[in-house]
Each structure stands twice: as C-alpha cells, then as structure tokens.
C-alpha cells in the first residue's frame, strides 16, 4: 500500500508507531486506533522530494490476504487519507517535475506491452531517451528563434539572415532532424497501438482465406461465389505480440447489386485509413492486369504489399520481392505456404525486430504534434523563401515549438492531462 502526501509521516507514527528511517526497510506491526495489531510487515519511508512522486511517501508490504488489507485501508483512510485516483501517482510526480509527460505514459506503456520488443521501446521513453531527443529539437528551434527575432527587433544592426542564408541552412536540418524522430516515433506508435491493415482486391482472390490464415481461425465465410464478401470484416490478431488490426473487404468490380457496391464504396473508404494494404491477386492467372486494375481503383499513397495468392494451383514457391517501391510476397492462403514471409514482412514494416534497440514508444498524440511542428517550420520557410516574410516565419517557429513542448507536458492543458492520467491503473 503506497501513501503519497504531507499526512505519509503522521500515518506513520499512528500505524507502526514511528517514522522509519528513510529508505530503509523495517519489518514492524501495523497497528489500528485501538493499538491493536492487525498486521505484520514491512514499513518503507521516502522523504520528499526524494520520491517518485516528489512528496512525503510511506509504503506498508503486509500479508496479501483481502481481510487484512482491506482492515489496513480502512486504518490509513481513517487518518486522513484518501483512495488514489487512476494515474494519480504518475500525475503528481509529473506536476512535481519528476518525470516528464512522455515518461509518465510510457510507465502506462510497459504496464500494456504485448510484446518484449514494445516493452523495451517502452522502458527506452521511460529512461527519457525520446524526451531528450524532443527537446534537442526544441532547443535548436528556441535558437532559430533567438537569431529571427533579434533580427526582427533590431533591422538596424549588422543580423542580416535573409542574405546570408544561413537561416535556411539551419531550418533545413532542423526538418531533417525532426522526420528522424518521426519515422522512430511512428514506428514506435505502430508497435503500441498496432498496424491496420486492409485486404483488398478482385473477387474470389482469397481474401477472406488470407483474413483466416493471419488470424489462424475461420473469421470470415469463404465460397467459392465471387462477392461473398459485402461489408468490412474485422479481426484483431498478435504476431509475435505485435497487435495488428485486419480489415478483409469487399472484392473490387463494378457490380448491380446495390449491397456489393456500398461494400466496394466501404472497401475503397477503409484503404485511405489505412496504415498498409495487401492487394491479394491470384498466382494462377494473368497478374500484371489485375494489379494494375487494382491499383487504378484505390489510387491511394498508403504503402502496398502484393500477395500472389494461390501458388498451390500455380505450382510457384514460396518467395518475397522487394521491388523498391513495393514487395510482392508468394504464398498460399489455402495450404499455409509461405505465411510465415508475410508474417515476417509485418512485423518488419514496423520495425518489429528492431525496436528494442532502436526505437522508443510513442503515441498518435507524439506523432500528431511532431508532424504539426513540421508543418508549421515548413510554412514558415516558405513564407521566408517567398515573401522575405520575417515576422511570419517567428510566428510559424514560435507555433513549431509549443507543438513539440506539448510531447513533454512542457506546454499542456487541463483536458490533456485529464485525458491521460486517467486512462492509467489505480495505484500507477
């Protein structure tokens, strides 16, 4: 039982009748008003702001029996305390600036990890190591805006960036520097939040028999009538740990039937969202036209995986092709074959293998500020290249650098933190 707060010292001095030594471990009765025992165990006292809290902070280890430790709370809250909110130890260490905001959710994050590669990612944010690459960042954009606005404030001095151009030298590797830690940091997403994927291509191409194989049961009906598939189908599955989240579509054609055209409308709706799309073809047939066909249907600039299903008919092995641009992966949805290539070339998608060396956790919210500041440093070079628009450009790296404070709780409203916290344990 941990007690974080100013009242820690006198519960106690009322529940093992003295404040052990800090950071020591006693093995000391617990006892109630009635100074009775009620308990056994061991007594630990971390003295603000040397907690993880950074206040007063007393934890009681006694038997784990459910009497006994309820007897326990009753006697703490009866000395004042009170139940701890979800995420409210993390909170209070946050607003005490012991950890920052992406060390407080990456505590939540090696609670949740399906995986060792995702708890590693996540230990890597908690020991600060995306925190640290975040303000980098935002140091080199405070000195931007150190050197623009002196600029700005005093034309009459010898600060002429616009023609020296080394303005724009910095603003470009600063861009580049910041895409680094994005592709980490979504990377680092996928792996906590889990890869969409959507299974998409002509009739009777073994879709929903490729749906099956990934989620290894029988999720979606398989026929052998063209456009058994009408609506979306969706199934959550774990490779390795690694969470996927599997979209099996309607096949794409034209069709009369009103039902299959909304499902092929649905099909084409569920690709934009998407974080991959496997266009299934069949190996047994002309294959070039039915890509090419495919791809004119989607139109769309999420990354692709060809799966030339089938090659139990067509007689080809097993392979994987990367082409640069795309990977064509052969297999058979039906026997099994060459499933463990695709499952290998998911999990390399998002750096699955890798990530415990290379990466740290991150959320869709790290990774939506981080393409905002982006967005906001690139308008403002624009406007500098354009316009020779000075005052704007500060703005848009002023509005570049509250993006990337909001990651670290630097820069952060109520509703956020409110959000966050509580989506935390109790005790945590």
Do not use: W
Request: proline residues 3%; charged residues 25%; hydrophobic residues 40%.
């Amino acid at each position: 039982m941990r007690i974080s707060g100013p009242l820690s010292k006198t519960i106690a001095t009322k529940i093992v009748k003295r404040l052990p030594k800090p950071r020591y471990a006693d093995y000391l009765p617990f006892h109630d008003q009635n100074n009775e025992v009620i308990d056994q165990g061991i007594a630990i006292f971390f003295p603000g702001p040397h907690s993880f809290t950074g206040e007063d902070v007393l934890e009681l280890q006694g038997h784990g029996g459910p009497v006994l430790l309820e007897l326990l709370l009753s006697e703490v809250i009866s000395h004042g305390a009170r139940l701890a909110k979800p995420g409210e130890f993390s909170e209070r260490a946050f607003l005490n600036d012991k950890i920052d905001l992406v060390q407080a959710e990456a505590i939540a994050d090696v609670i949740d990890s399906a995986s060792t590669q995702a708890a590693k990612a996540a230990l890597r944010s908690l020991r600060g190591e995306f925190s640290r690459k975040i303000n980098e960042l935002t140091d080199k954009l405070i000195h931007l805006r150190v050197y623009v606005e002196s600029a700005i404030d005093f034309p009459d001095e010898e600060i002429d960036f616009l023609t020296q151009g080394k303005i724009k030298e910095q603003i470009v590797s600063l861009l580049v520097d910041i895409r680094e830690v994005i592709g980490s940091a979504k990377q680092g997403a996928l792996l906590r939040e889990g890869m969409t994927i959507v299974i998409a291509g002509k009739p009777n191409a073994g879709k929903s028999s490729l749906l099956n194989q990934l989620a290894q049961r029988d999720a979606a009906i398989v026929t052998p009538i063209a456009g058994t598939t009408r609506d979306v189908v969706r199934e959550q599955i774990l490779i390795d740990g690694l969470p996927l989240h599997v979209l099996d579509t309607a096949g794409l054609r034209d069709s009369d039937d009103i039902v299959e055209q909304l499902g092929v409308d649905k099909a084409i709706e569920e690709v934009e969202k998407a974080d991959r799309v496997l266009i299934v073809v069949d190996d047994s047939q002309e294959v070039k036209q039915e890509i090419d066909d495919v791809l004119t249907r989607l139109n769309t600039s999420v990354d692709i995986t060809i799966v030339r299903n089938k090659i139990d008919i067509s007689g080809n092995p097993p392979a994987l092709k990367d082409k640069g641009d795309t990977v064509e992966i052969s297999l058979s949805a039906n026997t099994g074959l060459g499933m463990d290539l695709l499952r290998e070339h998911l999990k390399a998608c998002v750096g699955f293998n890798q990530a415990g060396e290379a990466n740290f956790i991150a959320r869709k919210r790290h990774t939506d500020a981080l393409d905002r500041g982006v967005n906001s440093i690139e308008k403002g070079l624009f406007e500098l290249n354009e316009n020779s628009a000075a005052e704007l450009l500060a703005e848009d790296l002023r509005q570049a650098q509250m993006s990337l404070s909001e990651i670290t709780g630097e820069f952060s409203s109520d509703d956020l933190l409110g959000e966050i916290f509580s989506s935390f344990c109790i005790g945590k």
